[in-house]
């Protein structure tokens, strides 16, 4: 189960990891994009987590469709229609809920993956965020369909996106500003596969210490 | 870094203002969210033209608002996609019930910004179209990557498009010829010096004292290569045969289906420059390369295509579609035809792009 | 040194040939002796209008020949004025009778030559006035210098004087004219870098990545001072005060006398702006510095002039009097009267500068 | 006496002379003023060597106007139409003349410096090359008047033209562009007073070596 309130502070949570990681992913951004991935996402977070403020008390669909709509008009580049998108599919399947179970995160982060792939149109192995996000929901997947939790779920999922992270190191980039550099995109670990990494890494974090 | 600015926060934002007072005649800027509109948009019956993009390519976009140009340009962040709340906006704020054309660059961050915004503009009832400008031909292909991406083409198709929709042509109209002169048009750029991003504060890339850096986008991305410098002569060849030897250039993009509400797949078609066939030749500086090294392009450039029997109608040579105050060129041929030269030889009043009036 | 460019021997000659073929239908060019005159010159019953300098500066002064404004221009090797022969040639090309009009930016060089050829004009019973620009306020006085150098206030003369010219006022009359818009302005330019002309190969001169220079002619010769750099706000204020804070400004200038055949002095005085004045604004890029630094520069002078009861009439931004690739930035203050500002309202077509037609 | 053949020796030599000198005048140049003067005479003076082919069988009077016309049109800069002004106002007053007395050299000089004078309109001590023409002429004349012989005179204004071009250096410039630096300009020999010093200088070694 995941509340309300957990997933206002998994928010909060992302915002300062992304502060925290902005050199970091920016610097794998200089080495097959443009620098400023991690600038961009610390600045669509900054913002959301302002914009919490006025949405906290509401219910978790709004609260992820502001996250959504904030993003959209916050962090530019590729990928902030995309986590835009994410988090306002995400916030669409779940209208006026309180709390999630572990399939309602399930269909929540199904939902915004979707979102991810009917905008961005990359597919496996396309050395996008997308490599991150298909291992981790399978693995999410297959914790739920055996019975366990959603921490336990969340755990796996996290190891399947580090994993699924790790995997865009040795892949040609077939999307995005990096797909213009073709085999010099080899050997550099994906910018938005990692921040996506960090996000579902914050969400366990903050179920872990609740 | 050296530059013209306060501090690096403010730096579009403080320009836009210095652009909005210079040229209060021609147009005016909106701040939350940012975009430079006609300042006598909305132009009644007139289909709306909005483009936009990273800021650091003055006087792409902005300086092209105007009658007969665009009526609205969204600025990023420097050499950042600006946001679907702006394009939203924008049009919302030009659109006179004729409808709206995006045209877009195709750059991944700038085609999911505007294909979101045209999203909320449509589901808002207004007529919405948006075109995909790829003439880049540093890019071979379109399965292996983003496809080619949006360079000069862009200035050209925003000045024949603005005069069609100024002369009366509505939406799909619109949208046919500024397809049409994207799909005839090829680009390639060079840099021989980075820029540097105010907000980096250091050189985008490193360049060697003796090296250029063959086929880049509009930001400094890297080229097809890097080679040891050489001549104006040599360079000019170089772009020139990478226009007109480049084979017919076939990709699927997304346009928007108006009467479907939703994305739909299209396949567009380059075909390659031929013997005959004539060109609007655009001879553009990155920002740092002054214009008379331009004119030493230009003579190459016009030998090249006169030995292949490819006649210039009309030529434009200047910084139009920059990357801040990086030294280089790129070259974009289109090829005309009557409906192309009568617009693009229409009366423009921009900031920018000036003639006629 | 990377540079868009063949052989140092040949960068001019080259570079003039590009845009002999670019601008066909506006302007031709001579070689031996090199002038670029007016496709259509000499214009019956029209003053002719001529001047030259070193090469380096464009689109100044080549790039100004067209309708509208000057009929013939001179250019030397890159930084070097050009030679007497080439004036004179250029004068007996586009003279129609109605005389020629020599407007020289006070550099020795520009001086001496020009002077040279009005005599060898005038002898061949050609009338000639000859009119120095001298609107560098970085150059406090004239009695221990060769006096103000001749900056931004050129284009302006140029194009009003072009209007006027073109509207049938004779020889005397463009002279008076092109006089007084020189006593109605001043100037002032800063350098964030050295340019390097192509025979050098380096650098004119070295500038620390923390400084500039304030005060520069048009060269990159040394300003007044080399400073620390500064944000924009704070440069503009001072390019500003350096305008707006200088005094009456006299000196003793050589003007032909048509009627004597001889040289004689004139005293001429520029009068401080005052509250209440209208200006033309010009905010100029010495080449490498983007035109949205140059936005930035007009945000911070439209402002100080406002404070100051100066009222900006009309504005022209961008690279029009330039120093290759060096990044930096002048600004050129115009007191406008009715005369003034009908002239420069009036249409031009040149590859430089365009509108009305 | 100085022959119509000395003269185009002269002509010749300088011609050497101011391409050997190229650097060390463009060095002086560059210190007080744009780095060209070297280039300027070298590539003028290649130009009057060119020419001298076809009017070397003239005389001297339009062989030295010839040379200032070619200099005229070739040099440019400051420099070009003042010692275009020297050549041309020499050749017209040796119109028609196959040689040179101690007087015509005199006058001829004269009316050269003359005409540099009213070109440039510098004085004495502005830090030109008149600093070097006034002093070499004054001692010439003295020499002249003496009864001393045109090699003698001329050794005079070598020493004469050699004392203002050092004189110079501790100047400060009111003319060209060296003025406008100002305090700066002090301390450096002038480039345009060393030119003419090399151009007195090439007509004794000639009278010297024949
Ligand atoms: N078509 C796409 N689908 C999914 N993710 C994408 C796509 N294109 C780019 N991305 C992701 O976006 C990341 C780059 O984001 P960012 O640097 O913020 O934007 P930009 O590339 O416009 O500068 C890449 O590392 C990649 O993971
Ligand atoms: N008004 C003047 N009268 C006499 N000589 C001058 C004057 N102005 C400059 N000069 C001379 O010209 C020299 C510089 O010549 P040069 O470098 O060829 O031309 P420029 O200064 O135009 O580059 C100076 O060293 C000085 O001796
Ligand atoms: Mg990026
Ligand atoms: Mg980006
Ligand atoms: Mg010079
Ligand atoms: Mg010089």
Redesign the interface.
């Known amino acids: 189960m995941v509340t309300k309130e957990q997933i206002v502070r998994w928010l909060e949570r992302l915002a300062s990891v992304l502060a925290e990681n902005k050199a970091y992913l920016t610097d794998l951004d200089s080495a097959i994009g ?3 991935h991690g ?2 996402m610390a600045r669509g977070f900054a913002k959301v987590a302002e914009k919490l403020v006025s949405v906290a008390d509401t219910d978790i669909g709004n609260i992820l469709k502001a996250t959504g709509m904030t993003l ?7 990928s ?3 986590y ?2 994410f988090f306002m599919r995400g916030g669409a399947v779940t209208a006026s809920r309180e709390e999630l179970s572990v399939e309602d995160l399930g269909e929540m982060l199904h939902a915004g993956m979707q979102g991810i792939q009917q ?2 149109r990359a597919i496996a192995e396309d050395k996008t965020m997308i490599d991150a996000w298909i291992p981790a929901l399978a693995a999410y997947d297959t914790a739920r369909i055996a019975g366990e939790d959603t921490a336990a779920a969340l755990r796996r999922a996290v190891a399947g996106a580090e994993a699924g992270m790790k995997a865009t190191i040795p892949l ?1 980039a ?4 990096a ?4 085999e ?1 995109s080899i050997g550099h670990q994906d910018p938005g596969a990692t921040s996506t990494y960090l996000m579902l890494k914050a969400l366990l974090d903050t179920l872990e210490s609740s | 870094m050296k530059k013209l600015i306060n501090a690096v926060e403010n730096v579009v934002r403080e320009q836009l203002e210095g652009m909005a007072s210079a040229h209060a005649d021609v147009l005016k800027v909106s701040y939350e969210p940012t975009f430079i509109y006609r300042a006598d948009a909305p132009v009644a019956n007139k289909v709306a033209l909005i483009s936009g993009g990273g800021s650091g390519h003055e006087p792409m976009h902005g300086g092209f608002v105007g009658k007969g140009m665009l009526d609205a340009a969204c600025p990023g962040e420097v050499f950042t996609s600006p946001t679907p709340d702006q394009m939203y906006a924008a049009g919302s704020a030009v659109n006179s019930g004729a409808g709206v054309l995006y045209i877009v660059k195709n750059y991944t961050g700038d085609v999911l910004n505007f294909e979101a915004a045209a999203e909320m503009l449509a589901g808002e009832g207004v007529p919405v179209q948006s075109i995909l400008i790829d003439d880049d031909a540093a890019v071979k292909d379109s399965l292996y990557t983003a496809g080619r991406r949006g360079v000069g083409a862009t200035v050209i198709t925003e000045k024949i498009t603005g005069a069609a929709a100024e002369a009366g042509y509505d939406l799909l109209q619109c949208a046919d010829l500024c397809r049409k002169v994207n799909t005839s048009s090829r680009s390639i750029g060079v840099a021989l010096t980075s820029c540097i991003v105010p907000a980096a504060g250091k050189p985008t890339f490193d360049l060697g004292d003796g090296e250029f850096e063959f086929g880049i986008g509009i930001h400094g991305e890297p080229g097809r290569r890097r080679l040891p410098m050489a001549s104006v002569d040599e360079i000019t060849e170089m772009m020139a045969s990478a226009i007109l030897d480049d084979g017919v250039y076939t990709r699927t993009v997304r346009e928007w289906d108006q009467a479907r509400g939703e994305w739909v797949d299209k396949e567009l078609v380059n075909a390659p420059l031929r013997s005959g066939d004539g060109v609007i030749a655009f001879v553009n500086s990155m920002g740092g390369t002054p214009v008379s090294e331009l004119y030493a392009m230009y003579r190459k450039l016009s030998g090249l295509l006169d030995a292949r029997g490819i006649r210039i109608a009309r030529n434009l040579i200047g910084p139009y579609i920059t990357s801040l105050e990086m030294q280089g060129a790129s070259i974009t041929l289109v090829k005309v035809d009557d409906e192309i030269l009568k617009f693009w030889d229409a009366p423009v009043l921009t900031p920018g792009l000036r003639w006629g009036v």
């Open positions: 443009d620098a400023d600038t961009n959209m008009s916050s962090v530019g580049g590729a902030g229609p995309l835009g998108t905008r961005g040609q077939r999307k995005g500003r797909s213009y550099l073709g010099r």
